[in-house]
Each structure stands twice: as C-alpha cells, then as structure tokens.
C-alpha cells in the first residue's frame, strides 16, 4: 500500500465521521493522522465508535469482528486507516488466494 | 423473591457466565454469603448501598444479598465519572460501595470528597461461601412499603430526583411481567441491557430470576459475541434496546445465523424505528416488540400484537393492572387518534419523588403519574408515543437532562451561554449537540476537553455549534424548540 493509499482512505474515513456521525467540518478539517478518535480528539465514545465501524465496513466491504474492537484501533485517526488497509490487503490477499485456488 | 424461586428451581442453572454455571441452589448461598459479610461489615436495614458494577454475577448476588439485609440498593451506571458518582453518592446518603478493583482509584477519589462515612467493598474479594449457609442475617419479613432501590429520573425540570421503589413495587411488576410474557423457567435470558438501569434490571435480570429461568449477563454489546450466543446458548428472550438490534440488523455477519430460539425481543428506553425492525425480521426472523415504561412506573405497556406488521411503532397495551390514560390540552380525557399527556396509574409506580415536593405535585395527581410523554391511542387501543412534552435527550437508552450539560458547559471560563439539544439518529435515538455562545476564543476541542472526566462519555456532545446569540422569547427563555424537534422517549 503507498503513502496514497494512506491519505485516500483517510480522506473517506474523515468523510465518514461527517456524513454518518454528524462530526463538525472544523473539527474534521483541524483533524490529522494523530488526532484520537476518542475522548480528547474527535470525541467519539463507544455508541459512536460502533456506528462508525458499521459505516466503514459498509464504504470499505470489510468486517471488524468483536475483538478488533479496542481503545486501540480507535486511538487515532492513523490507527484506524492503518487497520481499513490491513483488512483490505487481507481480503485482496484471500480473493487472489481464492482466484489462484480455483484456477488449480 | 429469590430465595423462594431459589428452592423452587434449586437444581435448575440460574447464571452462565461465560465458562461458569451457577444453579439456583448455589446462587443462593453465593448471596447468603455476601449478605453476611455486609452484615459484619456493618450493613444494616434500611442503609443505602451502591451497586457500581457492570452486568454479570456479583452484580447480581450484590443485588439480593443488599435486599434480604433490608437495605436499599442503589444501582449505579458503571460508565459514571466522579462528579457523577458524588452527587448519586451523596443524594442517596450511601453508606457503603461495593465496587471492582479497576474502579478503586476513582472511588476512593470520589469518597475523599464525600462528607459521610463510606465503605468499600471490591467483589474480587467477596465471600463465596459462608460455613452457615443460611442466610441467618436476612431480615425476616420485611415491611413491603418500604424502599428497595433507590433510582433517579433523569430530571428534566433540574436536578434528578430520587425514586424509592418500594418491594410492593417490584413485585408487582415482575409478576405482571412473568405472565404477560408468558416467561418460564424454560426461557434463556440475554442480559446485556446495563443492570443499572431500568431496563436491563426488571426486564431481564429481575424477571428472568423471577422466573426461574436461566440469564446469560454480559457486561458490553459486543454484536459477534452476542449474535454466537444466542446461536449457541440457544437463547429465548432479549431484552435490548433500538441501538442493539439496529446494529445487529445492519451487521453483515457473512454467514446465516440461527435465531429460532428466540420467541421475545424486546426493545425499551428509546423507540424502534420501523424501519431497522424490519430489516432485523428480514435478517433473524423475529419482530422486534417495543416495551413502553418509566423509572417512576415500571412497565407501562408492552406490543404484543398478533398483526404486528401493522403496529410496528406501536408500544402496545397496558400490562395487566396498568391503567393508561391521555390527556388532552384542556385536561380532558383525548379521544381515539388524539393526542395528549399519557398518565400512568400503577401498583408498580411511586407515589411521589423522595425529596422533592414541587414536582411531585405536578407529576403526580390524581393518583396517575402524569409521564410528560406525549401520545395517541387508536381505535384498537394500541398506545403510539409522538414526542416528549419534557425535553430530555435519549442517548442510545439513557436518558440526559440537557440542563446538567449546559451548567456544565457554562462553567468553561469562555462560555458564556449554552443550549443542549438532541438530534435524531437513524438508530432511533438522538445525539448530543451543544449550541453554545463564546465570551473569549475557544474551539469545539477544548470544549469536549472540558467535559471530559466529568460527565459520563455518552454525555458529552457530539456536536458543538457557535453562534453570536440564542434566540429567546420574550421572557428570556431559550428557545429550545430552535435547534430541534421534540423527541419522545420511552
């Protein structure tokens, strides 16, 4: 995954927490990689964390199972697109996989 | 209660929590051996003592070991943060907390501030077996008038007010609720709707132990966790509220899951939007049933419909002994489709608010509780809730005075006034947002900052807006109605 990659599911992630949470535009716009998600930062608590996760699983075709669902993967906004990319390499690793399986 | 469904149903399991299994039998000695350690400890009818625990066992035998000594249980939202925790603490003149080990530090900060003696037990260190096994230091009959628990109201005139539900009480309501659910000791409860509030205390632990059944409690929402239990664990009433089963309904769980044992779920504390109800049935099977209460009444009424595709937003007829009625603006009795006040008349609810006279005149009269929610009965006599004429805010089931919020804000250095409202989610419950006027330079960050560590995350606003001024009315009160629509609440 490139530096764009980064940014880009950055962008849609901050896109989320305004279209599906109601998060104001300054504080998306003043929000950056490290900014926390919860208490200190966006200011997301565990209603609003569930309600985000089911908006990215929906925009990225992922799934977050229970125990993904840490303090830590909502620690910043960084600490979220890093995990969206890792499942999203895992499912592309699991399709290929899949394609590579079925062309035996 | 327990002790007598305990000999009832003494082989049969009480509790699973997680890998442990508990009967009846072995509750009852766990609570007998609680209730004597309290004792040495000085607990005595009559004393308040805080429960501040999330869902599971201890919660439990805390709870019945506090009630058999005669004193006065006072549950306690375990996501409190210490200015709450203080002001409950000392409304209830509680004596003693009982409490886990990861809370210790903010208890024991919380009572350096509290100005009357005050113990804490830990339940990591609570006895699980007593050498009498008798349960000698309960209190034999016990005065069924007096208080068992100690709730709050949320409140929406000012401060929350104390609600002292007496035996007569609860026991009214779980016997009502036992046989208008049809509940037996065959049903699996799920019990993940927090204890500590209404919803989750009567309607799922209290009930399903007062059936003799068999409750699964779970301490955090968790949706893969809770959809394999109730696969696994082949559960049969869940008792939750709109947030629990819109997430669920819109979780892709990437494989079909077996809910046929389900026979009741049940949605309370916030209305069910239709629309997430029916893609829960699409998804599971099952309707979601919504259950209308309040902390003052207990369970008001419950929709059991057999047409259920056509009253979905219903909230159904009153449970047996439970009078509703709706009062129109000019007092008088509404007619079909009209709506007014709804008025409760119930051998579960209380007769007034503990300290506190002015709102007891104007909540309870006549011998209703006059609820502040606003509704229509059609012409089936389904009960449909439209708003709230009080304005609290319903944050996924709990209930938030905008008041203590906007006293909060305004003690920001920078705030010079503030407005709380609600804006409706498509969970069916509301967000916090804050509108709020500035003396000096501020920013929305500080402001959460400024919450933080003093009020329950769940209050704390989600959205801040600035303006220049609030719009008033001619008296000075703000216009609330401004910055959003009423809301209902159940």
Known sequence: ?104 | MLVTVARQNSTRVAIVEGETTITYAELEKQIFALSAQLYHRGVRQGDRVAVFLPNGLDFITSYFAIVGLGAIVVPLNDQYQQTELLHFLSESRVSMVVATQPSAAVCRQVLLSYDSPCLLLFVEDREKTTKSGSGDVFIAGIDPDTPVMYQFSSGSTGRPKRIARTHRNLVFELNSLVRTLGLTHEDRFLGVTPFAHVNGLMRSMMASLRAGATLYPVPKFERQTIAEMIQEQRISVFIGVPFMFGVMAKTNYGRRLDFSSLRLCISASAPMPPKLNRQFYEKFGIYVRQLYGSTETGTISVNLSTEIERSLDSVGKPIAEVEVQVYGENGQQAQVDEVGEIAVKSPAAIRSYEGSEEPARESFRDGYFFTGDLGRRDQDGLLYLVGRKKFLINKGGYKINPLEIEALLETHPKVEEAVVVGLPTSFGDEKVKAVVVLSGPCTEKDIIEHCRGRVADFKIPSLIEFREALPKTATGKIRRSFFAPSTQSQ
């Open chain 1, 1 to 104: 995954m490139t530096h764009d990659d980064h940014l880009q599911i950055e962008k849609r992630i901050k896109q989320l927490l305004g279209s599906e949470l109601n998060v104001s535009a300054s504080v998306i716009a003043t929000s950056t990689f490290s900014t926390p998600l919860l208490g200190r930062g966006v200011g997301l608590d565990s209603i609003e964390t569930m309600a985000l996760v089911l908006s990215i699983e929906d925009e990225f075709g992922i799934s977050v199972p229970d125990t993904d669902m840490t303090v830590t993967l909502f620690e910043t906004i960084g600490t979220l697109t890093d995990y969206v990319l890792h499942k999203l390499s895992e499912s592309k690793d699991g399709t290929e996989k899949c394609e590579r399986d079925s062309q035996l």
